[in-house]
């Protein structure tokens, strides 16, 4: 089941595939911090209190409670590997860049020194 399968054909509640789509792209985040050599100074949870203020509470202001989190989960899934459910979260190009400007541009500064 891809990630998009999860989103659209699923019977859970968008709340629900939200929460799962959001502890996803927080730990993909810090996993990609941890590869990159780069210390994060805030936890899952912090993360993931983050994704939910900024960027969901973005979408449900601007579209209102439905459509907002239906946008957000959306957002969020395109932000992971389509694998996710199978193996441990890993941003995709897209949710590296999201996060980095959601969180400090600590990847793209990093990246930049790497290559």
């Not at 939200?18 to 985040?29: D, K, L, W």
């Not at 389509?82 to 990093?110: F, K």
């Amino acid at each position: 089941m891809t990630a998009n399968n999860f989103s659209n054909q699923s019977c859970l509640p968008v709340e629900v595939r939200t929460a799962v789509y959001r502890r996803a792209v927080a730990q993909g985040y810090l996993s990609a911090c941890e590869h990159y050599g780069l210390d994060v100074s805030a936890s899952l949870d912090e993360v993931q209190m983050t994704i939910a203020l900024e960027l969901e509470g973005y979408y449900v202001r601007r579209y209102g409670p439905e459509n907002g989190m239906d946008m957000a989960c959306t957002m969020l899934s395109e932000m992971v590997q389509p694998d996710v459910l199978v193996a441990a979260p890993r941003l995709t190009r897209m949710g590296e860049t999201m996060m980095d400007e959601l969180l400090c541009g600590c990847l793209a500064a990093s990246k930049a020194t790497l290559h």
